[in-house]
């Protein structure tokens, strides 16, 4: 405990700030294999205000997870300026080392920023016992850390038995932790007092991954689909990530629990049918999401963007995993979903992929998330000038869609405040706007929206709007 406060200490009294390289990646955090202060498992959010939070663990004897380990904390720094520079240490969660339960570690931090009231929520693995030796008399633990500051202070809860509880019925989800990296907000959900958020769990080997959903951001949460519902099946998933589709159904894309399987694992839950749909795998060479050799978490946004070759507006999913061979080459796969006929079925994400590669050192876990500018914050672990192949840096970069895709698409985001109908400013006028502008109504519009979410231009908000939105929305897509 001395030594690790000492570090910290260190890190205040030299005012240590990142170095930025040629290619405009900074590092973040860096691993010291000397002082043995190991940094692992990135997450990324961008606060309501503009700036950025980073967030990793801060592994002290070694580079093993909890329960191979004592004392991990989860660290933030904050970037003022897009990730060129970064602000000292804070602490999120600290790991005392003392062995005597939920207090000893805290890792693989999960993260989300209410858009609204800008809360921040961390869920993530706590406790002594690993995921591997964890039991239901003696489990993995899971932390519930909140901010209403901005990261500035955080109030934490152990909400183990809530999670695990969940699954009463089901004595084989004995093991379980929140998938690092980000949780999905819904654009379209809201049925208690914040919209809906997502995140998947990592479940035992004969269970695989399974996505729980909060509509009071994260006080209590429930299972997509019920309990016991599977939406892997051999050779079942690992870490996963869940994003929401356009159309308000749920996408999920995981790791496998067999390195050669090559490629994701995807699924889709869909509303219409309250159902989850037939898993299906993505390892094609060329059109895949294909990972040689390589089992590893890695991150999934959907943001919108426009075709330069012909200016229609449409999504595109991005998915980032290590290329391979093993855990190395971390890249950026993107595919176009031009509309629903694109979507509509999990084996729709099996194969239309391209690649866009990141690095060619060895990596392993990435994040990203879409800011509020268009481009995509992209934070991941790489070797960079670590000896051991894994030992790494966490590294920042930004990128343009247009540099992702080869000048293919670009983002249409931030979008003209003039066009009408797009409440929520994704660039495309949806069924996301109509949920968003009636929320507006019940919430009092502010003025930063009433140019946009007066859509009928009679200098009012009203459901006549949303009558005439919704209107304009079938119009356009006959």
Partial sequence: MITK???????????????IHADAQSVVFDTDNATGHYYRIPAIVQLNDGRLLAIADDRHASNNDI???????ILGRVSDDGGMTWGLPLMIADGDGLQQGFHDSHGDAAAVVDRKTGRLLVMCASGIQGFLQ????NPLRVGRYTSDDQGSTWQESDVTNDIYGIFNSYPEVNSLFFSSGRICQSRLIKRGSHYRIYSAIDGPSNVGCLVLYSDDFGLTWQALGGPGARPTVAPFGDEAKVEELPNGDVLLSCRSKQTSTNGRLFNIYHYATASWGEMAISNNTRTGTYSQDCSCNGELIIVPVQRISDGRKMHLALQS?????????VSIYYKPLLDVSNYDEPSDFAQGWQCYQVTSRYSAYSTMTALQDGNIAFFYEDCNDNTNNS??????????????????????????PQEPGDVDHDGIVGIADVMYLIDLIFDECSAEYHS????????EISIADVVFLIDMIFTQDT
């Fill in 5 to 19: 406060h000492l570090h910290y200490l260190l890190l205040l009294l030299m005012g240590v700030t990142p170095t």
């Fill in 67 to 73: 329960g191979g380990n004592q004392g991990i904390d």
């Fill in 134 to 137: 964890s039991t239901l008399d």
């Fill in 321 to 329: 995993v290590p290329r391979g061979k093993g855990r190395q080459r």
């Fill in 391 to 416: 030992a790494y840096d966490l590294l920042f970069q930004q990128f343009t869609i247009e540099a992702i895709t080869d000048g293919k698409y670009v983002s249409t985001v931030p979008v003209s």
């Fill in 452 to 459: 946009v979410a007066d859509v009928d231009n009679d200098n």
